[in-house]
T-cell receptor, first 112, second 115 residues
Framework: SQQGEEDPQALSIQEGENATMNCSYKTSINNLQWYRQNSGRGLVHLILIRSNEREKHSGRLRVTLDTSKKSSSLLITASRAADTASYFCATDPGEGAQKLVFGQGTRLTINP | DADVTQTPRNRITKTGKRIMLECSQTKGHDRMYWYRQDPGLGLRLIYYSFDVKDINKGEISDGYSVSRQAQAKFSLSLESAIPNQTALYFC??????????????FGEGSRLTVL
């Protein structure tokens, strides 16, 4: 069964705007990761946030984690056409196995 | 050259045929995974391996088998393919030393169509 539920399933914005994607999960986690997938390609790791962290930044990416609500958000600021992709959250239950459980993804389209 | 290489990249086959998807990696990672991606369902774990002698079932292992021929090679087999195994299959690796904070490194995927 899927651990993560992502919202929205699809998002279309204008270049330069900010994009926010949300992820909810069901069980306790060790960390939560966000991945990007260009159409038909492999997934690429973007950022990881540990369960004891609340916010993390990497370039134009900002991730928040609320373990009490079992939710996370990914903010991409000043979006570019090249940011068009699908974005997936993935939770690591922390059993040492790195058995990531993926959400169904958000399809982001940046319009020029 | 890619760090995680999957072959074939695309395959069309018929119901009942045996299919093998291969994965090789040059990252030196101990851990290897096979995931399946279906539209709207994200990725689901089929099998994973922590070393040559350690193979574990994932969420959806029925109808699949795997072989870890060497640290760098992990193959996924469909003994008798059926149409609902049509999907995009991904191999991934991770480093045992990063087991508490680690990311997965993905191949480019193998698109399988079963007619």
């Amino acid at each position: 069964s899927q651990q993560g539920e992502e919202d929205p399933q699809a998002l279309s914005i204008q270049e330069g705007e900010n994009a926010t994607m949300n992820c909810s999960y069901k069980t306790s986690i060790n960390n939560l990761q966000w991945y990007r997938q260009n159409s038909g390609r492999g997934l690429v790791h973007l950022i990881l946030i540990r369960s004891n962290e609340r916010e993390k930044h990497s370039g134009r990416l900002r991730v928040t984690l609320d373990t009490s609500k079992k939710s996370s958000s990914l903010l991409i600021t000043a979006s570019r056409a090249a940011d068009t992709a699908s974005y997936f959250c993935a939770t690591d239950p922390g059993e040492g196995a790195q058995k990531l459980v993926f959400g169904q993804g958000t399809r982001l389209t940046i319009n020029p | 050259d890619a760090d995680v290489t999957q072959t074939p990249r695309n395959r069309i086959t018929k119901t009942g045929k045996r299919i093998m998807l291969e994965c090789s990696q040059t990252k030196g990672h101990d851990r290897m995974y096979w995931y399946r991606q279906d539209p709207g369902l994200g990725l689901r774990l089929i099998y994973y391996s922590f070393d040559v002698k350690d193979i574990n079932k994932g969420e959806i292992s029925d109808g699949y088998s795997v072989s870890r021929q060497a640290q760098a090679k992990f193959s996924l087999s469909l003994e008798s393919a059926i149409p609902n195994q049509t999907a995009l299959y991904f191999c991934a690796t991770s480093d045992l030393r990063d087991r508490d904070t680690g990311e997965l490194f993905f191949g480019e995927g193998s698109r399988l169509t079963v007619l």
